[in-house]
């Protein structure tokens, strides 16, 4: 746990935000407010058979932005991460 912890910290470090949440979401990331790029989480596939998900249109990517910012609310910060598991 205190390795999670340190690399989470070292990106702060560099001026990143993050927030740590108990709900497993995919890594998903949103280009100009229009495409949005998701990672397809199966652990029955093997890694090099995975696949990605690009879709390209403004209304998902503001459902998946409002999505974003849900878990980020729901997350909490290192710090208060740190308070509840002690």
């Known amino acids: 746990m205190d390795d999670f ?8 470090s560099a001026g990143e ?3 740590l949440c108990e709900m497993d979401i995919p890594n998903m990331t949103i280009f ?3 495409i949005v790029f998701s990672n397809i989480i199966d652990k ?4 090099h058979k995975s ?3 690009i ?3 403004a209304g998902n990517a503001k459902y998946m932005a409002d ?4 878990y980020w609310q729901q997350g909490k ?4 991460y740190k308070r509840n598991i002690k």
Not at 67 to 70: E, I, N, Q
């Open 77 to 80: 910060s290192i710090e208060e």
């Open 17 to 19: 935000e993050l927030r």
């Open 67 to 70: 999505l974003f910012g849900f």
């Open 51 to 53: 696949a990605d998900i």
């Open 32 to 34: 100009d407010n229009e």
């Open 5 to 12: 912890l340190e690399v989470r910290e070292s990106f702060e």
């Open 44 to 47: 029955e596939i093997p890694k």
């Open 55 to 57: 879709v390209r249109n």
